[in-house]
């Protein structure tokens, strides 16, 4: 290990982190709530212990591929600690199990909250709060390659943070990897510009909209509001978030290439024509059961609210507009079902991904036709047009495989653990790992995690952060060998 390489790294990551809370403490200021002083004091703690790292760790050293992992993993649980000192100071949050469980939520854009009543705090918290969602929806990693020299290793700290299906995928930007940031946070934060104007329009308060878009764009799910986007009641709000809710779930790649009028590169990618048909079948089919079964008085409503919540779910955002356990069980198993899909590869989204299941389902298909059908044919599964190879297959079962076990013992853990029913078990694990929020039984959407003992809050917390590194980078820390020279 280069700790040298390592606390530099560390030292700018730091520095970033507190430079971002100026904005909340101009918030503050601008709110004149009794909030101010809590952020300065840790704007002012965070910076300064990036200074005092900088000095320790002055020389800058390349990262290797095991140092961008252990950063990696190491920087997102710092991070997420020293972020939660405004809520403590403040006494808003005063426990610190429970400040690093809304924090890591937070950063790894889950959305699961312990906050009983979120309106009670001030502005500036809130905005706090919300800014972890765009600072963690690209990846605050992302965020510091940019202020990286080139050479440090920032191509090794992206692949670190990155998903497999990112390296299934194969997608890139440009060569130079710190361009490529810099293009991937411009395409990011129009985004989050563009739905902010748009809820404005609409009439939405401005701090509101900010709020709602850091939330929406990095598919996270905090909002200011104790009744999430339902708080509102109007459907231009919910159409507005849905459509940006989509884009967040699209690999951010493609919206490069239409920046560059590449489109033939968007029409030809498997993962978004699977995204797109999975995304419209569970649409349909929820709001048509909604509206078969009377939920809703017409179909347009239906429409509107069964759109939403299979959104929120698949992009792993975790808003909501109704309470959905008092849906037909039909509409509830399709919900269900989605939280075991998320969205693209290299999007802000979590989950088990779209791509894993595209390649695992022309891998079977193959292979039965190779078995029963016609026994001299070749398995050849392609992606975007060019074959896969069969390391990338095997990834691919192994994390889908990885998941599923990982649900399952988690929620045996949190069965044994905190004596949840078998249902809330389960959904309080993959509402954690999937990077969901909102599950079902006493985690659903009505409910939060407050409840949840201080083991149980710690354990879901190294759920999310597995589910948001995406399995591997973040348990190879735990393999002996990872340690060995």
Sequence with gaps: MNLTAIGNVLSTLLLVTGGSMLLPVACALIYGEDDLLSLGISCAIIVLLGLVLRGFFRRVDELSFKDGLLMATLGWVIISALSALPFMIHGSIPSFTDGFFEMMSGYTTTGATILTDIEALPHGLLFWRSQTHLLGGMGFLTLTIIFLPHGVGGVRLFRAESSPGQIITRDKFIARNRDAMVWLWIIYLALNLLQTLLLVLGDMDLFDALCTAFGTVSTSGYSPKNASIGHYDNAYFDWVTICFMFLGGMTFVLFFQMVRGNFSEVKKNTELRWYASIFSIFCLAVS??????????????????????????????????????????????????????GACAGSTTSGIKIVHYAIIWKYLYGSIK?????????????????????????????????????????????????????????????????????????????????????????????????????????LVVFFPAFWRK
């Design 370 to 474: 190779r078995i029963y059908i016609q026994p001299m044919s070749i398995v050849s599964v392609r992606l975007n047009g060019r074959p896969v190879e069969q390391s990338v297959i095997d990834l691919a079962v192994c994390y889908f495989i990885v998941n599923i076990l990982m649900v399952l013992v988690g929620g045996c853990i949190m069965t044994v653990s905190d004596e949840l029913d078998y249902l809330s078990a389960m959904s309080a694990v993959i509402a954690a790992l999937m990077n969901i929020g909102p599950g079902f039984g006493s985690v659903g959407p009505s409910e939060n995690y407050a409840f949840i003992s201080g083991f149980g809050k710690w354990f879901l917390s190294w759920n999310m952060l597995v589910g948001r590194l995406e399995m591997f980078s973040a």
């Design 288 to 341: 048509l059961d909604l509206w078969l079964r009377g939920t809703y008085p017409s179909f347009l409503e239906s429409l509107r609210y069964g759109t939403f919540q299979v959104a929120s779910l698949l992009t792993t955002t975790g808003f909501t507009t109704a309470d959905y356990e008092l849906w037909p069980q039909a509409a509830q198993m399709f919900l269900f079902a989605v939280c075991f899909i």
